[in-house]
Structures are given as structure tokens and as C-alpha cells.
T-cell receptor, first 113, second 110 residues
Framework: GAGVSQSPSNKVTEKGKDVELRCDPISGHTALYWYRQSLGQGLEFLIYFQGNSAPDKSGLPSDRFSAERTGGSVSTLTIQRTQQEDSAVYLC???????????FGSGTRLTVV | AQRVTQPEKLLSVFKGAPVELKCNYSYSGSPELFWYVQYSRQRLQLLLRHISRESIKGFTADLNKGETSFHLKKPFAQEEDSAMYYCALRGQGGSEKLVFGKGTKLTVNP
């Protein structure tokens, strides 16, 4: 597509439920990133996929968080047993090979009640 | 470890005044530095990269390796510059992930 697409744009869930957030990167972009944006905390790196390499999961805050990228394209971020502190905007970005910046999606605003 | 510090959470200036958003970084090698901007209700977008040495919307930023800084400057702020600004760093080699600062909210008053 023309840009990075994320769905849903908003998600309200009850504490303890599992959620799945989807990211569709720009076609041809080999790298895909997930970040979490919280008020006062800036952008917190979560996970990074690059081609067929093993993902860099060093930013995932707990084992309740996981992500997949199927076929080198669409990615799904899963949060199990959601907690109130998981409430944030989850941003996805993709980039093409080379030393350039990212293109960000519009994010998924997750609210855990 | 890679770290980006933006010391000001909030910055308020009047239209036409100069503005400088501070960014300091910690990295042992030669980093790449970026500024991203997020206008109200819009997605985060790249403003400029130090490698390009360009001026975008009147903004410039110079990488000062001695002071490990990459401050964003504009000589005459406009109301439409009001936004959230993030400084980001990418190291050379290994992971290509960006490390972001916590951001500075710029308000340009009329």
C-alpha cells in the first residue's frame, strides 16, 4: 500500500483479555518495527524484524508480549492477559534497506479498563 | 548503551522568535541522528536527518560530536510549528532500530 496501515485504530479491552494489533507495512520494506508511545515516556522500542533474520525482541517488556511477521509482510503484536499499564499507543513503522528513516503508521490506541 | 536525552518536556515561544530544541546523545561510535515531528492528530513523520544536512520547513540541526548534541533550530518560529518533536539515534552496525528521546512539546504562541 501507499503507507503503513495499522488496525484497529482504537481498542478498548478488559483487564486480563488478550489483544492482537495488526500492521501492514509499505510494500517492499524489509524492516518492520513496533514501538509503544506513552505520555511522558516517549517512544519505547518493542521489537524489530529485518527480512528473514531472527527478530530483535530486546524491547518487549514481559513475556505477555509477542509478535510475528508472516511472509515478510504483515505483522501482528499480541498482548496476553492485558494490564492497565499496557494502555498506550502502539506504533508500527517500516523502512527500506539503507540508511534512511522510518515511515510510521497512525498507531493503535489501546485502553485497558 | 545508546541513549537520547531531550531535557525539555515543554517549550513555549512566541511567533517570530528563534527556537532551539535540545538533544543530547550517548553512543560510543558514529551515530546517525534524526528529528521526527508529530503534529496534532497526525502520524509521526521524519523531519530531517543529519546525514542529509538539509533544511526542512526552516529547521536545521547540526551534529556536534564534541558535545554529543544534535539540537534543532529555527530562526523564526511559526504557529504551525507547534507539535511534538522527537530526537532519535541509530548506531552503526548490528540492529537498525532507532532509539528515541522522550520528546519536546513545542508551542508557538501568536
Amino acid at each position: 500500500g501507499a503507507g503503513v496501515s495499522q488496525s484497529p485504530s482504537n481498542k478498548v479491552t478488559e483487564k486480563g483479555k488478550d489483544v492482537e494489533l495488526r500492521c501492514d507495512p509499505i510494500s517492499g520494506h524489509t524492516a518492520l518495527y513496533w514501538y509503544r508511545q506513552s505520555l511522558g515516556q516517549g517512544l519505547e522500542f518493542l521489537i524489530y524484524f529485518q527480512g528473514n533474520s531472527a527478530p530483535d525482541k530486546s524491547g518487549l517488556p514481559s513475556d505477555r508480549f509477542s509478535a510475528e511477521r508472516t511472509g515478510g509482510s504483515v505483522s501482528t503484536l499480541t498482548i496476553q492477559r492485558t494490564q492497565q499499564e499496557d494502555s498506550a499507543v502502539y506504533l508500527c513503522a517500516s523502512s527500506s534497506p539503507g540508511r534512511k528513516g522510518y515511515t510510521f503508521g497512525s498507531g493503535t490506541r489501546l485502553t485497558v479498563v | 548503551a545508546q541513549r537520547v536525552t531531550q531535557p525539555e518536556k515543554l517549550l513555549s515561544v512566541f511567533k517570530g522568535a528563534p527556537v532551539e530544541l535540545k538533544c543530547n546523545y550517548s553512543y560510543s561510535g558514529s551515530p546517525e541522528l534524526f528529528w521526527y515531528v508529530q503534529y496534532s492528530r497526525q502520524r509521526l513523520q521524519l523531519l530531517l536527518r543529519h546525514i542529509s544536512r538539509e533544511s526542512i520547513k526552516g529547521f536545521t540541526a547540526d551534529l556536534n560530536k564534541g558535545e554529543t548534541s544534535f539540537h534543532l533550530k529555527k530562526p523564526f518560529a511559526q504557529e504551525e510549528d507547534s507539535a511534538m518533536y522527537y530526537c532519535a539515534l541509530r548506531g552503526q552496525g548490528g540492529s537498525e532500530k532507532l532509539v528515541f528521546g522522550k520528546g519536546t512539546k513545542l508551542t508557538v504562541n501568536p
